[in-house]
């Protein structure tokens, strides 16, 4: 039963990971190709982008795999002729345990070292890319949009750094609209400002009120281009970035750095671990849900809507613990309410799976007069 589990778990994780993949890889792709970055690019974000997607497709490829199993094991009688050699509930579920406890040693690793490391490289990578200006103004001969409202055209840029017939047209503000043309501009960096200097040229304002046009010609104008540039978050590191023993031990430095209060730091570091149980939780959940019942011809259709409700509900316990934990940083052991609730679950239907007569035994002295 484990290499059955551990097959169509690989199965369903390669599925949902293709499909969760493709969605960001689109998004990514119509970001980063439209700035103007390479292929290469795009393929090393989303790399940068598989582990946050692979922890969000194994709780649910385990539960998926276990539903599976169990119920191809039930149609073809197996688990009857187990159950009939004396096997209970519990014994039963012991391979299933197994593999949720494989499960969750992945999702350990994911959550305690790739997902942190990954998503604090692609912040690296966006920050280096959002601050290579060439790679989104210095683009020769192409009439670009860096922002929603301006457009920018060069037409040619010389070997010096020269940037030669330019076009700048802004029109953010709905009641006036202004055009820039120079025969040269300059990018200039100072006081951490980027200017573009533009040398010998126009500059068109249309008040849209009136529909009157004012021209002003230049010898020189510097205008701030660093709204046009998306610079990226400058300011530190992000929650998701840092490492499980710093979420769990805040420091004041830490909560000016990520603009987090100390509760929901310590809220996110242990809900890594939870996160890393509910691979056992569902797996389990699963296998128990569809145990109930026992054998019947019509499937058991019932008992694995019946497991969706259930994972829906130890999920929206998820929502409710994490809520807590944020309030307060004393009530950091409420993001543990989803596997504690899903492991009494799991326990109420194993014991109901193992002990039937009791149910059908109250059900008969109520029938009797």
Known sequence: ?????????????????????????????????????????FLEFTALTLPAVIRLALPLAAFAASVYVTNRMTTESELIVVQATGYSSFRMARPVLYFGIVVALLMSVLMHFLVPLSASRLADRQADIAQNVSSRLLTEGQFLEPIR?????IREITPAGELLDIFLSDTRDADEQVTYTASQAFLVRDDEKTQLVMI??????????????????????????????????SKGRRDSELSTWELLNPTPALEEE???????????????????????????????????????????????????LLIILVKAMETVGL?????????????????????VIIWALLFAASRPYLFKRRIKEVATP
């Open 200 to 233: 010998d040229g126009l500059a068109q304002s249309l008040r849209t009120a009136d529909q009157r046009l004012f021209v002003t010609s230049f010898d020189d104008f510097a205008y701030n281009i660093d709204g046009l540039i998306a610079t990226g978050s």
């Open 323 to 343: 809520n807590l934990a944020r309030r307060n940083e004393q009530l950091w052991f409420a993001t543990y309410l989803p596997s504690v609730v899903g492991f």
């Open 149 to 153: 409202g301006v457009t920018f055209y």
């Open 258 to 308: 990520t603009g987090r209060s100390a509760a929901r730091m310590i809220s996110r570091g242990h809900d890594r671990f939870s996160q890393s149980l509910l691979g056992t939780v569902a797996a389990l959940l699963g296998f128990a849900a569809l145990l109930v019942g026992g054998y019947s011809r019509f499937g058991v259709w019932r008992q694995i809507v019946a497991a969706i």
């Open 1 to 41: 039963m484990l290499s059955q589990l551990m097959v169509i778990f690989g199965f369903f994780s390669l599925v949902l990971v293709m499909v969760y993949w493709i969605n960001r890889a689109v998004v990514l792709f119509d970001q980063l190709i439209a700035d103007g970055q390479s292929a290469v690019v």
